[in-house]
């Protein structure tokens, strides 16, 4: 039985050592350990300027020591301890020191990260390319695939009638000697509409400035190098002789704005569809129902809990200071002032439980072959977490369910279903199947989705004119107006830009503490199932870190937001 030794120095100041209890938690890459109290017998622990050494004994090698977890709590009365560092030694010898420094006060719990510094982040390559190429149609296009809204593109099968584009308008993008339409059937043409932002009401918080929102649809080719490049934008959804169809071959300038114009409408529908409802608020809808539902003994809540613990909370806090009255929102964004209410109202009528299944949600847009896409890092990772997710999910859900009959016959989960249910959602759940499915999706766009579509916020809108957040001019309605001067009056100004620097960064920051997919330090399981079943998931996890490691070996644009290592288990920021 592996044996790792642990080390813990307490501070020299008055009062810095504690008479309560401290627990530790080892969090490795291949397991966690047991949540083991720290205490020797006749023996005065955690004394001023003592340090201490302990055993903590676990069933199977932990891997990489990367996270540890104090825990301190109430002996007789409220006890402050000042933690200096602690060390741990493996079984293989090597040691590994957690920096602490710092006053452990009330019940408190403390996650400290290796203070080795062999993580520490290199320069903002991606948000530096960005920055260099933001101009090149191969870069526009690239974000649809692999940005931070990588779920709007979808493969092309007939040209809508408000989308009038003939062969003749884009045949020197063509690089088959094919028709528009040959190139269509083929496969090779893929759309973008945003028809949701058509009658949403732009920000008008600000009398000074009148800010703008469109609702463009733009087309797409896939080359024959494989590179997704847009052929032509109308920034509107009724065709005419005041929405032109913008193309590649008008003036640098009129497709430049155009292209930042549907950039704009980009951003809008990423910051409240994509990330807001889809993750936050949907999140946040199954863990309300599960804390009305479900007792805290249930599996279904132990194996949910992780994955929802901080969503409530970090909603209230984007209630208090993003998306309320004089929020961010209404200070940088095109959607403020109401707008972006009035775009998560119209986008929940419509949204449904399918639309959340990964594998389902690509395949309806017709992205699901990798051969025809062979660079759509985000499906290509999303298919492995998701399967991992769901085969760890599988192994708890059949610990406790062993048959379809047990699913049927627990009033608590079909309680569960029928609280969250809506329009086009599951009423209830009849099979083990059917209830693996269901946890799935809450896990994955708890954990997996809210990383793809958050976390690479800075790198890819840190840029204003890739991603500005409102526009102070209407867009253009003829073709030969645009200018360097017509562009800069369009974009955001400082102000508003600032704002919207300023959470885009806070937006993209990892927590301190951070627990990444697979980590569970709180052992609300004690069978030894279950625990085998995680240890199993983390070791799938791993194999996936590495293999996307490899893979983005020497990319200018290495894809990471899928990455298991990058992905926390909660909805956290």
Not at 64 to 82: A, F, S
Request: glycine share 6%.
């Amino acid at each position: 039985m592996p044996s790792y030794t642990v080390t813990i120095a307490t501070g020299n100041q008055w009062f810095a050592g504690t008479d309560d209890y401290i627990y530790i938690t080892l969090v490795g890459t291949e397991q966690c350990s047991e949540r083991t109290l720290l205490d020797k017998p006749l023996y005065n622990d955690f004394e001023r300027g003592a340090v201490d050494s302990y055993s903590v004994r676990v069933e199977e090698n932990l891997g990489d020591i990367v996270l540890v977890k104090i825990e301190k709590r109430k002996y007789w009365m409220q006890d402050d301890w000042y933690c200096r560092y602690i060390t741990v030694k493996t079984p293989s010898g090597d040691y590994v020191e957690f920096p602490c420094f710092r006053w452990l006060v009330d019940d408190k719990e403390v996650v400290l990260r290796d203070g080795r510094g062999t993580h520490i982040p290199q320069d903002d390559k991606t948000g530096l390319y960005v920055m260099q190429h933001w101009k090149e149609d191969f870069m526009f296009g690239y974000q649809f695939l692999n940005g931070c809204n990588p779920v709007m593109i979808q493969k092309c099968t007939k040209l809508p009638d408000k989308f009038p584009v003939t062969h003749e308008m884009v045949s020197v993008s063509l690089e088959r000697e094919l028709t528009l339409e040959q190139e269509i059937e083929a496969g090779n043409v893929y759309i973008v509409d945003y028809k949701v932002l058509e009658g949403i009401s732009p920000n008008c918080t600000d009398p000074c400035t009148l800010q703008y929102l469109a609702a463009p649809i733009c087309l797409l080719y896939n080359n024959t190098h494989n590179k997704i490049l847009p052929i032509a934008i109308q920034l509107g959804q009724t065709p005419g002789e005041d929405s032109p169809i913008f193309l590649p071959t008008d003036g640098e300038y009129d497709w430049l704005l155009a292209k930042i114009w549907v950039r704009s409408a980009d951003f809008q529908h990423h910051q409240t569809i994509t990330h807001l409802l889809r993750t936050h608020l949907i999140t946040e809808m199954f863990a309300v129902a599960m804390y009305r539902q479900l007792p805290a003994v249930h599996p279904v809540y132990k194996l949910l809990i992780p994955h929802v613990r901080f969503t409530i909370a970090i909603n209230t806090k984007a209630r208090e200071q993003l998306i309320c009255e004089c929020g961010i929102f209404d200070k940088a964004n095109a959607t403020g002032g109401g707008g972006h209410i009035q775009l998560v109202q119209k986008c929940t009528k419509s949204l449904t439980f399918r639309s959340l299944c990964f594998p389902d949600m690509i395949k309806i847009r017709g992205m699901d072959s990798k051969e025809d896409l062979p660079t759509y890092f985000y499906r290509d990772d999303g298919y492995q977490v998701w399967e991992a997710t769901k085969s760890f999910v599988s192994d708890v859900v059949c610990i406790y369910y062993t048959s379809d009959e047990t699913v049927q016959g627990d009033e608590e989960i079909q309680a569960f279903v029928k609280d969250v249910c809506s329009f086009e959602f599951p009423k209830s759940v009849k099979t083990r199947e059917e209830l693996i499915e269901y946890l799935t999706v809450i896990v994955f766009t708890a954990s997996s989705q809210h990383a793809a579509v958050n976390f690479g916020q800075y790198d890819w809108c840190s840029w204003i004119p890739n991603a500005p957040s409102t526009m102070r001019k209407p867009p253009p309605k003829q073709k030969g107006l645009a200018d360097v001067n017509l562009i800069m009056e369009s974009l955001p100004d400082c102000g508003r830009s600032s704002w919207h620097l300023g959470a885009v960064w806070a937006l993209s920051q990892y927590q301190e503490n951070e627990l990444y997919l697979g980590m569970y330090p709180d052992e609300h399981f004690i069978e030894k199932p279950v625990k085998e079943a995680m240890g199993k998931f983390r070791k799938q996890l791993a194999e996936i870190t590495s293999s996307i490691k490899k893979r983005n070996e020497g990319k200018k644009l290495p894809y990471y937001n899928m990455s298991p290592n990058k992905i926390p288990n909660s909805v956290a920021v």
